[in-house]
């Protein structure tokens, strides 16, 4: 009987596993911006697709102006611009736009995040975009 209830419990453990749902990692890839040298801008191309993430890392000291355009072929395409060690973002898109003008108030890496709104996202919409970065 003993060695019944462990075949009976080896079976339900099996049965569990096979039931729990594989999720699936969204992608987030991250590209360095470098200008060529005695250039103040640079653009890039680029797509994301359902919940993926584009994030870009651009050096820049703290008082030099950044500036950063998006193009888009999906309305629901946007970015957000996060200055180094923040928590809340300098700039979000999807309450300002998709441009951006601003005096960064510190050096060091800034991220801008490039992705597709929830609802575009949920039915895995693709958005392609040109993304054009400014320092002076």
């Known amino acids: 009987m003993e060695d019944e209830m462990k075949h009976i419990a080896a079976i339900c453990a099996a049965a569990m596993l096979a039931a729990t749902p594989v999720v699936a990692q969204d992608a987030t890839r991250t590209t360095r911006v470098e200008f060529a ?10 797509s994301v697709k359902g919940y993926d993430t584009a ?10 102006t950044m500036t950063v355009t998006l193009k888009t072929s999906n309305a629901s395409n ?53 993304l054009t970065f400014g320092i002076k």
């Open 78 to 130: 946007y970015f957000t611009v996060m200055a180094p060690a923040a928590d809340e973002a300098l700039f979000d898109g999807t309450i300002n736009g998709n441009s951006f003008k601003g005096k960064l108030p510190a050096s060091g890496d800034y991220q801008v995040r490039v992705f597709l709104m929830r609802n575009a996202a949920r039915r895995n919409e693709v958005g392609k975009y040109t």
């Open 37 to 46: 040298k005695g250039a103040t801008s640079k653009a890039i191309t680029g």
């Open 55 to 64: 994030i870009y890392v651009i050096g820049a000291r703290a008082g030099q």
